[in-house]
Nanobody, 124 residues
């Protein structure tokens, strides 16, 4: 069992930055690759960034070049650095984990564990 707790969301103006954190616990979290998702009202949940266990990364085109996923293995914490934020980035952001080495496939149904989400609101 893996527990995931996100933090760091908030309100920011367009062009600004935020860093989201996801603290992982449960004793077996090191077996899982991790990713970030987001869901805007009325839209499907979208996988935006994945981190493989060897450090490889995958990004959705919508965030490529603006967002960076990383992990502190000592703290067991996943991060999402978000720069040049746009109003269309407004959504609930979730971290997730699945029991595979690679997180290149960001379909939400493949992920086993989810956090409760943190809200990001970007105003124009």
């Amino acid at each position: 069992q893996v527990q995931l707790v996100e933090s760091g969301g908030g309100s920011v103006q367009a062009g600004g930055s935020l860093r989201l954190s996801c603290a992982a616990s449960g004793g077996t979290e090191r077996r899982y690759c991790m990713a970030w998702f987001r869901q805007a009202p009325g839209k499907e949940r979208e996988g935006i960034a994945g981190l493989d266990k060897d450090g490889g990364t995958t990004y959705a085109d919508s965030v490529k070049g603006r967002f960076t996923i990383s992990k502190d293995n000592v703290k067991n914490t996943l991060y999402l650095q978000m720069n040049s934020l746009k109003p269309e980035d407004t959504a609930m952001y979730y971290c997730a984990a699945k029991g595979t080495y690679y997180c290149t496939d960001l379909r939400s149904r493949l992920f086993d564990y989810w956090g409760q989400g943190t809200q990001v609101t970007v105003s124009s």
